[in-house]
């Protein structure tokens, strides 16, 4: 969406927010806007300057979900490191962002997102890469590692029972006379995942059971959420950024990114294989935590086909939508 009046087209409030210097730089040198992305807790726009670019990046306050303090001070540890675009500006309340625009060139990483199971057969057999991605997702991976501690901790039960919590909410919610088909499929994916709870804590004490001490962890490396620059990747929304698992970044990297089986199993081993945090029989536990992964995702799906059915203007698509997906996530759990 390319805007002809850019400055007339960006939100009332950043206007408003914006320091008198930096609102006449953008109203005097913004050729064009274009909005990148509209999530579910913040939207993206492209601000083409007449000289670098920037990404003005809106959020909703959505406390349950993200602590901006915490997301703005991982995302400046992470900047330090010239692993993320670099941040411009923040408004008092963080509601908006300035940061680096990074103009991909060489591949759009974002392109190549798919999901898979921990070594299924539906990975590719041959790479679909321009370059090598495993030194550069292991580069990214091991400076992670070093990063300082977020104050915000989040343990594999920990970030499972709240996703239980949620959804008990929403079960809660439902009244019994405005029950429709979708309430009861819901309710009967609901079930289905409960009755999966004793798997879960199996799955959690295993790879629980290899951590030495929590780390670093981005916990959402998609490939929507990384950057090629020039040699290296970057990343980029740090929402999530937690004290967590060392595995878990790995597990949402092998999830999404369409390895070979030879590309997954030399990153998995590089990345294990003497890792400061984790012991030395971490690596057969990698299933474990692919599984917790994909729980997770089903948790997600089940979470927001209930919001939509309580939300009166969603559409039965969306609802449908968010359904298909939990099953599709369910089914790659080994």
């Known amino acids: 969406m390319n805007m002809d009046e850019p400055w007339e087209y960006l939100p009332n409030a950043l206007k408003q927010a914006l320091p008198p210097a930096l609102a006449l730089l953008i109203s005097q040198h913004c050729t064009r806007v274009e909005k990148l992305s509209t999530g579910l807790s913040n939207t993206n726009y492209h601000l083409h300057m007449d000289g670098k670019d920037w990404v003005v990046r809106d959020n909703l306050s959505i406390a349950q979900w ?10 400046k540890n992470v900047a330090a490191m010239s692993i993320a675009p670099t941040l411009l500006w923040i408004s008092d309340d963080k509601r908006f962002y300035i940061s680096e625009f ?32 495993v030194p550069l997702l292991l580069q990214l991976l091991n400076q992670l590692i070093t990063l300082p501690l977020p104050d915000k901790v989040v343990s594999l039960s920990g970030q499972w029972q709240i996703y239980l919590d949620d959804l008990l909410r929403l079960a809660q919610s439902q009244q019994a006379g405005l029950l429709t088909q ?67 970044d790995l597990a949402s990297v092998i999830a999404s990114h369409p390895l070979t089986p030879q590309q997954t199993d030399e990153l998995t081993s590089q990345y294990l294989s003497l890792h400061p945090n984790l012991s030395v029989d971490a690596p057969k536990f990698m299933l474990q935590m692919m599984n917790i992964f994909w729980m997770y995702s089903a948790a997600w799906a089940l979470m927001m086909a209930g919001r939509s059915l309580l939300d009166a203007k969603e559409h039965d698509e969306e609802i449908a939508s968010y359904f298909i997906l939990f099953n599709k996530y369910l089914s790659l759990i080994s």
Request: aromatic fraction near 14%.
């Open 66 to 75: 993200c602590d901006r303090n915490n997301e703005v001070d991982c995302w």
């Open 182 to 248: 979708y309430h009861a499929d819901w309710r009967a994916n609901f079930q289905q995942l409960l009755a999966m709870q004793p798997q879960m804590d199996v799955w959690v004490n295993d790879a629980e059971s290899c951590l030495i001490s929590p780390q670093f962890c981005h916990r959402d490396l998609t490939p929507f959420n990384l950057l090629l620059k020039q040699d290296k990747l970057v990343c980029i929304d740090f929402e999530y950024c937690a004290t967590s698992h060392p595995m878990f």
């Open 102 to 133: 990074i103009q991909q060139v060489q591949f759009d990483w974002s392109t190549i997102y798919d999901e898979f199971g921990f070594n299924q057969p539906l990975r590719p057999t041959q790479s679909i890469y321009p370059v090598d991605p």
